[in-house]
């Protein structure tokens, strides 16, 4: 009792003992504890960097009501969690969860790795308008917190469609307004997608136009570069320029350097970081911790002259036997000297819907499967072949370690997934999607000692926490939401591997979202706390 009242008597200094001692009865009649949840005996990583420190944290409703060295008080449930960490819930700013966040609301492959809050809407593709998509997923009873961007290249789309032509002043005046809406609907800011169909179609100034209207609302700007293999420094030099121009924070999103000829030349963009840096410009990098990258075959093998108009134009163009030939040649220049990583079998298929009996094949596989020898122009027509049948995602090993780990350790680098809410067995996505944050807690903290346990969680917690602007989550302090996850720093480690994906990690023994208990011993429980969460733009809406 005794701390309890040093408690109230500290929140209301002008509570009478009179007053003090009829909460005190109450309490020990059992009826009010104090506290929802004590965690106690933790290692309190509390998100910003700091060394851990010992501690108990008490929860009331959805905040954590005290951190303390102890804590005695009655509460409705206590845990011990003998000296494993308790640090911040993980928020991950990359991912593609609003494919299948409806359909699985309890995102178990993100929930059971510690992540309490998704950000949806990355590399240029979001609903336009976000609004219905943001109703429909707050009525879902979701377990993680959610949140979006708002994608350039939809809202593109929406104005110029396809086409590879610059957009007219009438339009731009448009897709202004597409984006402040976007703004005052809730999203963090602008994403872009400039590899892809139609943002490679945009001018680096058409972006510029749209990233002030975001910048303007407390967005910041995220983008997939036009380029991430043989123009690189020129992506990154557009991506630290759209911020500049636009005058707001600007994201490198899950940075890599993809293809053999190219490896090493993290040295020389994150050299690009940090002069933006140093000149005032706030420029930050996300990144994944695996040497291989995920996305459509078609957009990763075919050139994008080649994808205008969309599926139809392309198959129309796949048909005529000149055009054919030369999106093949581009096949075979992309197969050898970038996503393919030079050989037919560093490329995996993930998922293709019109036969999944072909998830987790390699291309090469796939081509001798059709009676030809794995050459590089033979799997150029596999690719075409596949494009023809539906398309499919696929998983590129084109990226180098050393290239990870320097990006991993920059001081502006947070780690974001870019996977999404899984299907449980569905396909053989990319393992990121159930294995990002262990991962860099297992391989890159615990085993290669890259970072440090603390530096870690910051670039999982309180780094993205500030960069979206969540000023009430993703460090632990008094008063903040009640997100957090336990893990046992010794034992934490992810299973799912590109051979089999389909695999929860081990050593996460409590999830917490919004004060409720959602993985409880490992075990997910049947807590649905998850809200959707807004950027600082809606709060401007009239
Ligand atoms: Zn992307």
Same mark, same amino acid.
């Given at each position: 009792m005794a701390q309890s009242a040093r408690a109230d008597m500290h929140l209301r200094p002008a509570l009478t003992a009179l007053a003090m001692a009829a909460i005190a009865a109450t309490i020990s009649f059992g009826q009010v504890p104090p506290y929802d949840l004590v965690i106690r005996n933790g290692r309190i990583v509390d998100g910003t960097g700091s060394p851990w420190y010992r501690g108990d944290l008490a929860i009331r409703g959805d905040r954590i009501a005290r951190i303390a060295a102890r804590i %005695? /008080? =009655?509460a409705a449930r206590t845990i011990d969690v003998r000296g494993t960490v308790v640090a911040p819930g993980f928020i991950d700013l990359h991912t593609h969860a609003l494919r299948d966040i409806v359909d699985v609301p309890t995102a178990d492959n993100y929930i059971r790795q510690g992540v309490t809050t998704l950000i949806g809407g990355p590399d240029g593709t979001s609903p336009v308008p976000l609004r219905p998509a943001l109703d429909r997923i707050g009525s879902a009873r979701i377990v993680p917190n959610f949140g979006t961007f708002i994608g350039q290249g939809s809202v593109r789309e929406a104005v110029v469609g396809l086409a590879n032509r610059p957009a007219t002043a009438a339009e731009i005046d448009q897709m202004r307004s597409i984006v402040r809406q976007g703004m005052q609907e809730g999203a963090f800011g602008l994403s872009t997608g400039l590899f892809y169909v139609p943002g490679t179609f945009t001018a680096t100034s058409e972006v510029v136009e749209l990233a002030k209207v975001a910048g303007a609302l407390g967005g910041i700007h995220i983008s997939h570069m036009? /380029? *991430?293999? @043989?123009? &690189?420094? /020129? @992506? &990154?030099? *557009?991506? #630290?320029e759209i911020g500049e121009r636009g005058g707001l924070p600007t994201q490198v999103t899950h940075h890599k350097v993809i293809g053999k000829a190219n490896w090493g030349r993290s040295a020389d963009t994150l050299r690009l970081v940090d002069e933006a840096r140093a000149r005032g410009v706030d420029a930050t990098i996300d990144v994944y911790p695996y040497t291989a990258s995920s996305t459509n075959i078609a957009s990763a093998l075919l050139p994008a002259w080649a994808l205008e108009g969309g599926g139809a134009a392309t198959l129309m163009r796949l048909k005529d036997p000149a055009a054919r030939a030369t999106v093949k040649a581009e096949t075979v220049r992309l197969l050898r000297d970038e996503r393919g990583g030079g050989d037919p079998q560093n490329v995996q298929l993930a998922r293709c819907d019109w036969d999944m009996s072909l998830a987790g094949m390699r291309l090469g596989d796939v081509t001798r499967g059709r009676d030809a020898a794995p050459s590089l122009e033979n799997a150029a027509e596999t690719v075409l072949w596949i494009v023809e049948q539906g398309n499919c995602t696929a998983i590129f090993h084109a990226i180098d370690e050393q290239d990870l780990q320097r990006i991993l350790r920059h =001081?502006?680098?947070? #780690?974001?997934? %870019?996977? *999404? &809410?899984? &299907? !449980?067995?569905?396909? @053989?996505?990319?393992p990121r999607s159930y294995g990002t944050f262990v991962r860099v807690l297992a391989r890159y903290v615990r085993e290669l000692k890259v970072l440090t346990l603390e530096a870690?969680?910051?670039?999982?917690?309180? !780094? =993205?926490?500030?960069?979206?602007g969540l000023a009430d989550r993703g460090v632990l302090r008094e008063g903040l939401k009640a997100d957090l996850v336990v !893990? %046992?720093?010794a034992a934490v480690r992810d299973l799912a591997t590109f051979e089999r994906p389909h695999q929860y990690p081990e050593g996460v023994s409590y999830v917490v979202v919004n004060g409720q208990v959602v993985v409880d011993g490992g075990q997910v429980t049947s807590a649905r706390p998850g809200r959707v969460l807004f950027g600082a733009g809606r709060a401007t809406r009239q």
């Open positions: %005695d /008080d =009655p036009r /380029d *991430e293999a @043989s123009r &690189v420094l /020129d @992506s &990154v030099r *557009e991506t #630290i =001081p502006a680098t947070m #780690i974001g997934s %870019d996977g *999404e &809410v899984q &299907v !449980f067995g569905r396909g @053989s996505p990319h870690a969680v910051r670039k999982m917690s309180a !780094f =993205p926490a500030q960069r979206v !893990f %046992d720093p």
